[in-house]
């Protein structure tokens, strides 16, 4: 069961670090307006989110690396 809180501990660290790196690089905040270049709200949301989720998975590697 320690392990089970442990990941835990490391998974909420690294959610910890995706929100205060998304805030300063303003990833994931809306844009100021279309700008009418083709491309599409939809295509642009899930560019979002795949950039969220690397940027979550880079945290999560961070966060669980051993400290050398």
Not at 23 to 45: D, L, Y
Request: proline share 1%; with cysteine.
């Amino acid at each position: 069961m320690e392990s089970t809180t442990t990941a835990r501990r490391t998974e909420d660290i690294a959610l910890d670090l995706l929100k205060f790196v998304a805030a300063q690089a303003n990833v994931g905040s809306k844009g100021t307006g279309a700008t009418g270049f083709g491309v599409t709200a939809s295509a642009k949301s899930d560019d979002q989110v795949t950039h969220l989720l690397e940027l979550y998975a880079r945290c999560r590697q961070a966060v669980e690396a051993p400290i050398k």
